[in-house]
């Protein structure tokens, strides 16, 4: 019987912004202007890190694989959501949602753990200086950054096949703009309790406990920082840091806001607004923080530049 009830739903309609056609007709330039930004500017930071070799450090590796992540997980979902921006047809397959759901699952997970692994990196760069480049050594950062892809992927595909296994009893009208899994597992008949504890445990693994990581990274980073005795040093090192900062702070707000607050069965437009801050804005801007702030990597797309320029 639960089978059956399974198979009732072959698609599913994402009812987005769509009570809100002067909201559709608003955000459809402005999130395919910011999509535009996020892959030009993070095609641009991958780039510029693998053509300059002097940028060929931990530092803007685990940058490089922040920036492939972003791209991979607005691609997502944005392009389907801009469809259904101009279309009343807003349907996806049954088979589509679940691929949706593990990737954007996947690459939103797996940025939660680099951005940590990127402020541990910071804190062996500037509190253990002399044994940074034998602590982070390539291996390491490839290991490190493997580590982060693969068990985000596992834990992903996990949570997505518990969820997709639930019976929908012919439930079909998703709350969102997207297969986001708290909108699906709504519309769910049977028993959530189990793909709601691997929600919160994996919730818990992934915001509070590397957050927490990056706190204690910082707290000793500023402690180090204040005891160099140049002030261009320090500016430096702040200048550097400052940049991963405001990136985590945003990310992690928003993200924290929708995953760790009060469950409620009645759907908002602020959830799917809030989805829009963190899984658009944020790619959009993290290209933007790291290269304004930056100058090392100002220098190298000037220089990659004038090459190309000169080539040609």
């Not at 510029?48 to 694989?65: A, E």
């Not at 910071?122 to 253990?128: G, K, P, Q, V």
């Not at 079909?172 to 709504?186: D, N, P, R």
Request: aromatic share 10%.
């Amino acid at each position: 019987m639960e089978l059956v009830n399974r198979t009732e739903v072959s698609e599913f309609f994402l009812k987005g912004f769509s009570g809100y056609p002067a909201l559709e007709r608003l955000l459809f330039p402005l999130c395919s202007a910011m999509y535009l930004v996020t892959l030009l500017g993070n095609t641009a930071i991958v780039a510029v890190s693998v053509l300059d070799i002097r940028l060929h450090t931990p530092m803007y590796f685990f940058l490089g694989n922040l920036s492939i992540l972003d791209i991979c997980y607005t691609s997502t979902f944005v392009p389907l959501m801009l469809v259904h921006l101009l279309s009343a047809q807003k349907t996806i397959s049954f088979i589509g949602c679940a691929i949706q759901m593990c990737l954007s699952l996947s690459t939103g997970s797996t940025e939660c753990l680099l951005l940590a692994i990127m402020a541990y990196d910071r804190y062996l760069a500037i509190c253990r200086p002399l044994r940074y480049p034998v602590l982070m050594s390539h291996r390491f950062c490839l290991l490190l950054a493997g580590a982060a892809w693969v068990l985000c992927l596992f834990k992903s595909v996990t949570e997505t096949v518990i969820a997709m296994r639930l019976p929908f009893c012919g439930h079909y009208v998703v709350s969102h703009f997207t297969c986001e899994i708290l909108a699906v597992l709504k519309l769910a008949c049977g028993d959530t309790s189990v793909s709601e504890a691997f929600l919160l445990v994996g919730a818990i693994l992934l915001l509070p406990v590397p957050l927490a990581l990056i706190c204690l990274s910082y707290t000793l980073i500023l402690a180090t920082i204040l005891k160099v005795p140049s002030a261009a040093g320090r500016r430096k090192a702040f200048s550097t840091c400052s940049a991963h900062l405001a990136v985590v702070l945003l990310f992690y707000g928003t993200v924290i806001f929708m995953y760790m607050k009060p469950k409620s069965k009645e759907a908002r437009i602020s959830d799917e607004v809030f989805t829009v801050l963190y899984a658009v804005v944020t790619p959009m801007l993290n290209p933007v923080i790291y290269s304004l702030r930056n100058k090392e990597v100002k220098e190298a797309a000037r220089k990659v530049w004038d090459r190309r320029q000169t080539s040609v």
